[in-house]
């Protein structure tokens, strides 16, 4: 059993899923006919199209996009000639019907997320897409969070329901070169399925993870263009496939026109630079994930505290998505730990 | 002979000199101080304050700056306590009268530079500092464009004429970690001295790349508040700050004292967001200098050449500075050869 990369990297762009979160799901379809044609035309592998929380995610607690997942997906589909339609979906803010919904609109990759140690929600909608025809890619989310041996007992199950890749997820963009090597190498040994990367850039290293990657024998990669994305944002696509072909890997995207259709097509439409900024830093550097942000400024303000102490904390203490409540239990901890010295 | 980091890095701030590009050298005397201040109380090792192509650059050629040199170092000097204040000279820009201005005012560490294949005539600049009595950095530019061999042999020389580290600069920001990490070993092998490295961002791997150099032994890094610099800029120092720290090198900097001043003090000031353009990638991808940018542009209008088709050629013919004319054959070469086929 061994995963390999063949040399060959299947380089699959997000701009219209993750990208959207720094465009508060506000894509309307000028923006998705273009992005989507030009990403066509540089031959990326997949173009993922979604809710930046997956299909379903349009909502008062995720932010509602300007147009419905169907929506999008009939306005991208019409421009795409090579590449392959990917969808986004999160067992518990997806159904199974969204899988449905996707097949009808033509989309051949969907890809299946959980957080890093919930593989086994995932068994139905896995079984589901690939019954009706799709190439599933699965995430394991948040993938800083515990060892290679767990993300290996993960990632195996998602094999045993049908997965045909599995991607290590660096969803706070927390992990160093090492943490990513070690990840890879040890999945790429365990499953008979291909591996994936998905960095994110809290500590300016998204392109750097993403090489580590494929030299450890990952296949599949994300990125989006100009790194568009929520806080830091993702790996920089054109600079990935920059990156890829100096280093002798082949990936059959057209360097020019990607970056064409970076600073064409999507840069026109931005509504900030990507930088990192102090607030993304500190997610990454103690592996926090986005979502708490908010809840922790609140929490800081409440106690007089740096909000970057109650970050460190959160990240210690591996509280994960939904707990957002237990913040304010941290905060008032740390409050009386400082006022007691 | 073996040069090693010890684990303790020393961090060196060079916004007040490469990052004065970005500012089209216009820094000003609040500018500077509130920089200095700030870099001072994160502890950084050294401030370098110069001109951006280093002390007497302030030319037609290179660009007038608001503030003499002189002028720069004496509104920087009172901001100190604890940092060393450094200066930059590139011999054949700068003068050894320089030096002794930059001595008067109370300038410790010297850093000298010269293309990496030019060590030679830094000899005389090299023995002055040091009989100056300041700590000398010496450069080796563009050093992507020679092997780790060449590299070493012109880093005795250096440390021959007397230099305390010499630096491995990668002024395209062309170098893979791959290309970083065989350069840093081999000068570590084979020098007494210590080593440091100076990365840019052009392929999006300028805090991988020290992060590298420093696990092959490197000691010395550079980095500029935000990325400040020219094109995609420099190592972002505050990120470079968070990513030693996870990785378990001490540094001394104070992480939330650097980042502060990053967002409070520097980013206010900043002209453009540093994000990587397809103009950097192109000249990190081929490997060549900004300085060719110009040239390069206004030679693709007149052969009706695309101007990275030219810049690839230029980064394969390994043109150097002060080439610039040699610009034009080749996209007249590459005109022909184009309408030939």
Chains 1, 2 share one sequence.
Do not use: W
């Amino acid at each position: 059993m061994k995963a390999e990369n063949m040399g060959t990297i299947k380089i699959v762009d997000t701009t219209l899923r993750d990208g959207s979160h720094a465009m508060s799901h506000q894509f309307n379809e000028e923006m998705i006919s273009k992005i989507v044609k030009g990403l066509d035309e540089a031959n990326v592998y997949a173009i993922e199209v979604s809710h930046g929380d997956g299909m379903g995610g349009s909502s008062l607690q995720y932010g509602f996009s300007l147009l419905s997942d169907s929506e999008m997906l009939e306005v991208a589909k019409p421009n795409i000639e090579q590449s392959r339609l990917a969808i986004l979906l999160l067992p518990g803010i997806g159904t199974r019907d969204d899988l449905k919904i996707a097949a009808e609109h033509g989309v051949r990759m969907a890809r299946i997320a959980t957080h890093c140690t919930e593989a086994d929600i995932s068994e139905q909608h896995i079984g589901l897409a690939k019954n009706l025809g799709m190439e599933v890619a699965c995430f394991l989310m948040m993938a800083h969070m515990v060892s290679p041996e767990k993300l290996l007992e993960q990632a195996l199950l998602m094999q045993s329901y049908g997965a045909d890749v599995v991607y290590i997820v660096d969803s706070a963009g927390a992990l160093l070169p090492s943490g990513v090597k070690e990840r890879v190498k040890k999945l790429c040994e365990g499953l008979k399925i291909q591996v994936g990367f998905h960095g994110h850039n809290n500590l300016g290293l998204a392109i750097a993870n993403s090489l580590v990657a494929v030299d450890s024998g990952a296949s599949y990669i994300d990125g989006t263009l100009r790194g568009l994305g929520a806080g830091s944002g993702n790996a920089q696509i054109e600079v990935l496939v920059a990156v890829f072909e100096k280093s002798g890997y082949s990936s059959g995207v057209n360097f020019y026109s990607i970056m064409d259709t970076a600073e064409k097509v999507l840069e026109p439409f931005m509504k900030r630079p990507q930088v990192i900024k102090n607030d993304s830093l500190m997610l990454g550097y103690a592996g926090v994930y986005s979502s708490f942000l908010l809840h922790t400024l609140r929490a800081a303000q409440k106690y007089q505290l740096d909000p970057r102490d109650i970050i460190v904390e959160i990240g210690k203490q591996k509280i994960v998505g939904g707990q957002e409540d237990i913040i304010i239990n941290v905060a008032y901890d740390l409050y009386k730990k400082m006022n007691k010295k």
